[in-house]
């Protein structure tokens, strides 16, 4: 690798960063920082991207849809011819496996996204225009008028990249310029991953700053892009404090900002439930809870049982598979510190250990499958901190008295992305489930039954959001489309204006 | 009237209030206090209201939609029975004329309003609900789980009524109940649509929560309403000065505020249009920028012509019909102190006075109707302070070199509900059409063509809405159905659940 440090992609070219800045990624697989410098962007060199980014949507708002969606179609092709590269480097900076996971199921779920996004992009449906033809009064969904900053997370690399993932796609369709801000756990994929777009956007006849890449900035320069007046808006997934401090910021300058923050997806399991099956939700459980070493927004972060047999032989039989498998590579080391503090907070709480709740030695960065638990009763004493997310192969089992234990339980939780309920097939906890199910459902973005939450299908009816403080507002979606899209658009109404002047999807609608 | 203070409806009783401090309207036509006391509601009894509101919202949440419509129809009929009633208080609170204005056109827009959300309620075109049956995922919009805050504006005291009006259908459609802040200008009408909703809730077999009722609370309890956690959202149609303090409140604890909260609504005139048809439009401005004494959200308040012969033309047009007509009565006191200082402050810009610009003596309360002038050159150095709204019949015509001089004046303007261009039939303006209307399409919420901005249609394209500051968001209308409904609800996904468990229209929709 050069030793020149990497360049920021502004206004259409790469170009040497003022800064004085610079981060480096390491492998969390070995514990070696990776040789390769990213410069820390200062607030100049963002507000530079701000109006070239602001320039661009001025263009972008009359392209013709299709050549979005060759766009969108372009990227897509350029991330599978680079995919091998991508894979490697991915892998370097996240400890993420090649195979299946970066290889064959992120990256097609990456080019996927892509091009269902430029089927939307082609077919309009996020546009949703309304006609009054009696009163000449016409609506419809438009781009904002300014770039999006999309500011991605650690955990996916490329389906949710900055400059490719999901929120990319959603501003992308939506004819808005993106910003991305490279997450500094993987700012080389990132960078490849803006080659392509840059590339595509030339191809594609799309202005060049269609895509800008800057890849890490202090507070104040990262404030002041999120509330910069030119912006269109920001997409933020990431933690709670980073995302609280950028939505005061979004907020005070009346900007809107999407954020998906934090989750600790209560999983409810049903006595009924674990007398008919405990081996196999114990089975799903352990499954869902350390894939990807669990760092999921979606990872089952809280279980909550019946005191009792049943439940003993879950959290046994639980126990047994989470001690027995071997600990993941975590995403890095700052991960790892946050998960330690995390469990010693739980534990400061009240929650006592079953298994695991230590970092591992060796250069590998890892840390041990671990479970805890704590009864209903305490749970309730100590509401907010029991809901600290522990970002990592870890859960807190909630053993409660009752099935009212539950629902106190649930009814102290605050907004999540997903809430799971267990039951018995042949409907015996059917008045349990009638019980929890509405103080879950309005907590909850995505309600599920029988089914662990991780694996966020990229469907039209996918929610992937919930009520705050899991995100900002509970009535969007970062996954699924056209509804992703609905985040980056501004409702414009034509009163009285002649069909020449009008948007060519108001006209071809008629 | 009774002497002692009217009651608040604080879940579904009329409770004499706890507070310690009352309000009265007074009459703006005579210049007189109206006898009636309204209380001004503590923290407290803010809270007891929202703690019954979510205990409704939980029972709303699985009502048939069917229940919701005839609530809806109920509250018409019952606006049109006591509609002498009805028009006598509001004109007493408002000075707004009893007919046309009260009788014949805010009531029945009001009735209007009404039937189309019950419509709405029964289509359930708000839910959008999504299939996804090959992955067994579906989603739809739901309610938000607790009541929705309204808080109506001064100058709309049945059509934006908080008990009444566009936003409380809106949430309701939504099956949201609804905590009813009444605007203190006219509190003793709001407490009679207040008294009708409850009978209709009563008679549908609705919580009797369903509508509350405070009529003024200290800021403090304002603050703790807007951001209560069991709150589902806000809906606030005021000053940008108060606007701003709310959202500021909700903002920090994560609730969704709606707020609509100023707009000067930029009128540009091109000189072909004032070449060919000069006194019909200054007839078409006067008109617009003086009905109800100017006090419309919509109100032409920025008028930008190119300088020369015809624009003269125009402000001298303008001039003679402004100082001709009489000024109307101004809903309050407090309007006409706010309208003075925009006034002064106007001037201190360098606006100067073409007419007007002074209160008028007597008992009722009045303004002159007021026209201020400065060039593009003056506007673009005091931007900011030339923005200053002046709520009332006054309006500031801004006089630019050249069309690029009216493109930089836009450029300069923040957000606004509307925009309009006028120009010439035969298209001699087209040019200047071309390169004004991009950058104004992007700051508005609705853009008009040969149309003056007053008259906010209800239609299913309209867009009472538009960007940072005229509201806190650009993708939300707080008119036209079933668009006005979104900003209260949630989305829902089900993941994995069996059919018999899903709500009804997921059932039915397949």
Redesign the interface.
Known sequence: MSSSPSKVLIAGEWRASKASDFIQAENPATGEPLPQKYPVSTRDEVVEAVHAGAEAA?TL??VDPKKMAQFLEACAAGIEQRATELVDIANAETGLPKSPRLKDVELPRTTDQLRQAARVARDGSWERP???DA?K???I??P???PVVVMGPNNFPFAYNSAAGGDFAAAIVARNPVIAKANPGHPGTTQILAEIALEAARACGLPLSTVQLIYHTPPDAGFALVSHSLVGATAFTGSREAGLKL??AA??????IFLEMSSINPVVILEGALLERCDTIADEFFGSCTAAAGQMCTNPGLILLQEGESGRRFLEASKKKFAAAPAGVLLGRGVRERLTQSVQRLRQSGAQLVCGGEPLPGPSVRYENTLLSVSGASFLTHSQELQTEAFGPASLLVTCASVGEIAAVIKSIS?QL?GSIYSRTDGADDAA?GAI??LL???V???????MPTGV?V?????H?G???AT??????AV?LP?AV??F??????????PR?LPTALKASK
């Open positions: 001025e708002r009359d309304v006609r009054d009163r009064i016409y609506s969904h438009a904002l008028g300014g939505k005061a907020d005070a300058a009346g900007k809107p907004g997903t489930y199910e509405p459902r309005t907590r973005g995505r309600l599920l039954n029988d089914k299908a469907s039209p009816a996918m929610n959001g009520p705050y403080p900002g507002h509970p009535g969007y979606t699924g509804a609905q985040r658009t501004a409702l414009h109404c034509y009163d009285n204006i002649p002047r």
